[in-house]
């Protein structure tokens, strides 16, 4: 295999990493048998005939960084019993998986791992980190379909080789400018609660709920999406935390990833983002949910998502100090409190070896002065949620997992007339 030079955006998230943070994104797949782990190594390289990439390190000449192959590469060194010698309870899975979490990658070998958990009661628990620099979110799940998912009796098995589509039409890049900046550069008037000098450790929290209750509510009520009502439950999560350990807020920005992902395209990395301001204090449901689709609407009416990555790439070309500062400008915690993302997950029943995956989270790193991120993976008719923080900014992240459920929950039951009268009416003036 001949060397893969990085992309651009692969290169800037190694830029990232430090001793504080690790440039990883992890997922917990929960199974409900044990792990055999000679078959599943034997399962993980039969999968990466299918992802060379996955067998390279970090290499290159000339100042040129490319993934190279890995002389004597094993899939057993990546492939391994957890530290943990005996069966955990499920309870202690969330601090297990932090203490895994906040170790970094070995830059001289392939970027990944996956760390085997025996579960009391008999299951069992794979923590699976994947550098970012090889794969987001979206790509992530392909990875784990190509090596981890058992192949489905009525689908081919999946032979990796894709081909690329066009680019995008040029109208997808036409938007207002002036829009746009006013929308994607503006700043919270206040400080927010998860800005602060992170460290090293690492607290989870996971969290799952029902996919239809909250798809059919949203819809209903103002013809919101899945992704509006996600957001929804997440900031009353993050109100319900703030007013009890940080006070009263109104509101609170956040960045949304977006996917520019094409059916067929292989790309590792391959999103931008949009922001927006999510009203925290805010207790109506059903008010919360529509502000929050507007502005939603908004900002994909407008294309922002594909405006933001075609802004970073000409930046790049005229002048690489020039993006560095727009980098800047875009991390500040001014611009955006929590990072949010939401990547769609199987959509049919999936095992590893006979085993059915129960649970399936989505962990992604913090990153400086940000002590908190959310991810959120969809598996089948279910949400799972993944909380990431350091604890020594963000106090009982476990609070957060609880509010979401306890949050979406009350979608659950039908709602009354006067949350749907609200709804319909639009967001508050």
């Known amino acids: 295999m001949d060397p893969v030079p990085l992309a651009e955006e692969d290169k800037a998230i190694l830029r990232l990493e430090s001793d504080t943070v690790a440039g990883h994104v992890c997922k917990v797949v929960v199974g409900a048998g044990p792990a055999d782990l000679d078959a599943l190594r034997a399962r993980v390289a039969e999968g990466l005939t299918a992802a060379p990439l996955l067998t390279c390190r970090l290499g290159g000449d000339g100042g040129t960084a490319a993934w190279v192959p890995s002389d004597g590469f094993d899939p057993g060194d990546h492939v391994r019993a957890a530290p943990s010698p005996h069966p955990i309870p499920r309870a202690a899975l969330p601090a297990a998986v932090a203490r895994v ?17 025996e579960l009391e009661g008999g299951g069992s628990a794979l923590v699976w980190r994947i550098h970012h620099a090889l794969a987001d979110g979206t790509a992530a799940m392909r990875y784990a379909r190509l090596l981890l998912w058992d192949p489905e009796p009525d689908r081919p098995a999946d032979s990796g080789k894709r081909p690329r589509q066009a680019a995008a039409d040029d109208h997808r890049r036409r938007h207002h400018l002036a829009g746009f900046i006013g929308r994607e550069f503006a700043e919270d008037r206040h400080r927010s609660p998860f ?13 799952s709920t029902p996919l239809g209750p909250l798809h059919d509510a949203a819809k209903s ?5 899945l992704n509006d009502a996600v957001l929804s439950v997440v900031a009353g999560a993050l109100g319900r935390w703030i007013e009890a350990t940080y006070g009263a807020l109104e509101s609170l920005r956040v960045k949304v990833p977006v996917s520019l992902h094409r059916e067929g395209d292989d790309a590792g990395n391959r999103d931008s983002f949009f922001s927006l301001s999510l009203p925290v204090n805010e207790r109506d449901p059903g008010r919360r949910l529509a502000a929050i689709h507007a502005d939603t609407s908004a900002r994909k009416a407008e294309h922002d998502a594909e405006t933001m990555d075609s802004l970073l790439r000409g930046l790049d070309r005229l002048s690489p100090r020039l993006e560095a500062f727009a980098e800047r400008v875009v991390r500040n915690p001014r611009r955006f409190a929590v990072n949010v993302s939401n990547v769609p997950g199987p959509r049919r029943p999936v095992a590893v070896l006979g085993a059915p995956v129960e649970e399936l989270h989505s962990i992604a790193e913090i990153g400086r002065r940000h002590a908190l991120r959310i991810s959120v993976v969809s598996l089948c008719e279910s949400l799972q949620f993944g909380f990431c923080a350091d604890p020594a900014i963000v106090e009982n992240v476990g609070a957060m997992g609880a509010g979401v459920e306890a949050e979406a929950q009350a979608w659950s ?13 639009g967001p508050p003036p």
């Open 101 to 117: 979490f906040e170790q970094h990658l070995d830059r001289s070998r392939p970027l990944w791992a996956i760390d085997a958990f």
């Open 195 to 207: 800005d602060g000098r992170i460290g090293r450790r690492r607290e989870i929290a996971l969290a």
């Open 221 to 225: 009520l103002c013809g919101a999406t």
């Open 413 to 425: 039951t039908p709602p009354s007339r006067g949350i749907r009268g609200l709804a319909r009416m």
